[in-house]
């Protein structure tokens, strides 16, 4: 069914609106996912504090040209299905759950993003999504220095014996 003029120009100035105030942009083809995966998917995202977007990629392109990213991306970069997640928060949560969702489904690409007004490579974004959360890096950071704590103590244990 085709969309009339006044819907496209609606969705074109949604887009424009939301792509101006994200700070970090994922285009991603699902083409072949089901409607219950692209369900857990956007779960997904909301639940790291994202948001999620499916138009068509004329609509996209001319919305990434008037919120001021002209010539960052082709209609030919975005191939298949595109959906947009949107996210102005913890860009490594929203980087993790695409990389970890395509993974899992195979069929779901990620064709690359914008982050701070310049293009990022698909494997940029697979790159941040690998890099532990901030909880896991404080939890990294304790078990080092608990064991050198325990070490310095077990050290400190065999000189008191060894004197003795």
Known sequence: MA???EKKS???ADLTKQFSEAKF?????????S???M?????ALLDSGAKNKVAKKTLIIIALEKAGFKG???????EGQVTVTLNDGDLLKVSKVNRDFAKEYPTFKILGGIFKGEFVLAEDIKKLGAIPSQSALYAQLAGLLNNIIGR??????QLEIKKS
């Open 3 to 5: 969309i009339t003029k």
């Open 10 to 12: 609606n969705i074109i």
């Open 25 to 33: 942009l994922v285009f991603a083809d699902f083409t072949g996912l």
């Open 35 to 37: 409607a219950v995966q």
């Open 39 to 43: 369900r857990l998917f956007k779960k």
């Open 72 to 78: 960052k991306i082709s209609e030919e970069a975005l």
């Open 152 to 157: 310095f103590v077990f050290t400190l244990k």
